[in-house]
Every structure is written in C-alpha cells, then in structure tokens.
Nanobody, 127 residues
Framework: QVQLVESGGGLAQAGGSLRLSCASS????????MGWFRQAPGKEREGVSC????????YYGDSVRGRFAISKDKAKNIVYLQMNSLKPEDTATYYC????????????????????WGQGTQVTVSS
C-alpha cells in the first residue's frame, strides 16, 4: 500500500507559479506510474498530468500542456508538478495519485484511472 501526501498549494496570481509536491511512503513507489488530477467545486474530476514509473513518458491534459511539468525523484519518492503561467481556471483541489493503468500508443503516453490518492492540496489563482 502506498500513502501519498500532497503539499505546495496556496494562493497565486494569474501568470504566477506554484510547485506541488507529492511525498510517498510505503514500498515499491517506483513500480507505479503517478499522476495528478484536480477537482473544482461543481466540476468533474480532470486528469492533469501523469508520469510513467520510469519517468521517461509523460502526459498532459490539453488545458495545462505547455504550462505544467511533471517530474519524479525516485531516490526521494517524490513526484512534483511545476505549474507556470497559472490561470484562474486552474483553481481547484489537486490530488496526487497512483495510476491504475497506462499505455504508450502511437507515440503518446496515456494514463487511465487512479487507484490511490492523497488528501489533496488547494490551489487558488486570482485574476
């Protein structure tokens, strides 16, 4: 079982940056593809980004591609989400999660569903 704890959320102005961290405890962290999803009040959950267990493949949702970057530190068991050029519509609770399944298809990497996630960290972007 993997336990996940997110941190790094807060208040930012539009155009600003935040870096989210996800610390993992438990065995076999590097066996998992990891991802971030977000949920805003009254909206559906949205997959933001994910990274393969090797760290070699990444996926970004259309709304964040080019602005966000996911990375992982295997030695420290931490996954990061660097968020740049923030927009008010990025306001949401962000969750780190282990990915249920993933595939590399047609030159692109995809993640499908989540198994375990943390308690979330709130990101609020003001205009």
């Amino acid at each position: 079982q993997v336990q996940l704890v997110e941190s790094g959320g807060g208040l930012a102005q539009a155009g600003g940056s935040l870096r989210l961290s996800c610390a993992s405890s438990g065995r076999n962290f590097n066996n998992y593809a990891m991802g971030w999803f977000r949920q805003a009040p009254g909206k559906e959950r949205e997959g933001v980004s994910c990274i393969s267990n090797s760290g070699q493949q990444t996926y970004y949702g259309d709304s964040v591609r080019g602005r966000f970057a996911i990375s992982k530190d295997k030695a420290k068991n931490i996954v990061y989400l660097q968020m740049n050029s923030l927009k008010p519509e990025d306001t949401a609770t962000y969750y780190c999660a282990t990915v249920a399944s993933s595939q590399y298809l047609g030159g692109s990497y995809y993640c499908n569903g989540y198994d375990t996630w943390g308690q979330g960290t709130q990101v609020t972007v003001s205009s």
